[in-house]
């Protein structure tokens, strides 16, 4: 992912829920940065990334790509 422009971010974590979920079910803290490997199936999974502030507040997600 591109990362956040914005000083306030602190880190981001990559969000994941069963295809057959509706809401996000599981976050994964990877720190603060612009890569993350995580041993998810995207046949099995949607991944999304949000990022965070020192203050724990949370974005949006948005759905992350593979990377090639």
């Given at each position: 992912w591109e990362p956040s422009?914005?000083?306030r971010v602190a880190g981001y974590e990559v969000?994941?829920?069963?295809t057959t979920e509706h809401d996000w079910t599981a976050a994964l803290d990877v720190g603060n940065v612009a890569t993350a490997r995580v041993p998810l199936s995207k046949d099995d999974?949607?991944?999304g990334v949000r990022?965070?502030?020192?203050?724990?507040?949370?974005?949006p997600v948005t759905f992350?790509?593979?990377g090639r």
């Open positions: 422009p914005s000083a969000v994941y829920r069963a999974y949607q991944i990022a965070y502030d020192a203050e724990g507040n949370r974005g992350a790509t593979a």
